[in-house]
């Protein structure tokens, strides 16, 4: 399967993404998370990708499209894979129809999750991740791990991100407003957008995107 998971920041797309992707035995792929990793290791892209990530803006398409492509043409992703963040303009929709074109294959399932600005919020402000892996996502209240400060997957030490802060937060809502809402009308119009509420508990919301992908 192929599927684009779109949605506010904190709506919980990584957290569902991690368990989507072991259900459906698909790949989970994450440009935040393919940023974070160039940043910690200290690459040309990393580097570049920074400042905008800081700043709430997107980094620009000349370096997140290029990248994304990569990824996707590993080899693990040949039978499919679960998109989480991307794409996340126009631009970039139309340069994956594209790359998918060229592979000869398609979407399968736009995944839209909603969630209240209010609950957003609330849920960011206690997020912590993992520093060896920004995929291991954790909450202060709603998801704590066994111990303070300790990833419970790796052991790797928990922090929290440094675009979470309340000023970046707004500004990351409103490029999400700005940019990232139109894909799901682009979408609509191709018959692939299903939509669920987010809200509930974390193994609530992966049964109700599992049925929703399965229709
Ligand atoms: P990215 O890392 O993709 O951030 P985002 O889209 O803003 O989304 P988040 O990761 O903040 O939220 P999430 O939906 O994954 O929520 P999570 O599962 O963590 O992008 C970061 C930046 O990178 C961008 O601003 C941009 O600069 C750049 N970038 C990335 N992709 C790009 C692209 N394609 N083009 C250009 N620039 C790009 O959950 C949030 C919290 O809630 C966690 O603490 C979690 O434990 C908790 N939680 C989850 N589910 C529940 C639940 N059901 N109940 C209670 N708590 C829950
Ligand atoms: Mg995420």
Do not use: W
Not at 8 to 31: C, E, F, M, R, V
Not at 90 to 119: N, R, S, T, Y
């Amino acid at each position: 399967m192929r599927i684009v998971l779109v949605g506010p920041p904190g709506a919980g797309k990584g957290t569902q993404a991690a368990y989507l992707a072991k259900n459906l035995d698909i790949p989970h792929i994450s440009t935040g998370d393919l940023f974070r990793a160039n940043i910690s290791q200290g690459t040309a892209l990393g580097v570049e990708a920074q400042s905008y990530m800081k700043a709430g803006q997107l980094v620009p398409d000349s370096v997140t499209i290029g990248m994304a492509q990569d990824r996707m043409e590993q080899s693990d992703a040949v039978n499919g894979f679960l998109l989480d963040g991307f794409p996340r303009n126009l631009a970039q929709a139309e340069a994956l129809d594209e790359i998918l074109k060229e592979g000869g294959v398609q979407l399968d399932a736009v995944l839209d999750l909603e969630v209240p600005e209010d609950e957003v919020v609330k849920r960011i402000a206690g997020r912590r991740i993992c520093r060896n892996d920004s995929s291991h996502v954790f909450h202060a209240i709603y998801n704590a791990p066994a111990a303070e400060g300790v990833c419970d997957v790796c052991g790797g030490e928990l922090y929290q991100r440094e675009d979470d802060s309340e000023e970046t937060v707004r500004k990351r809502l409103e490029v999400y407003h700005t940019e990232t809402e139109p894909i799901i009308d682009y979408y609509r119009a191709q018959g692939l957008v299903v939509t669920i509420s987010a809200l509930g508990k974390v193994d609530e919301v992966t049964a109700k995107a599992m049925d929703a992908l399965k229709k």
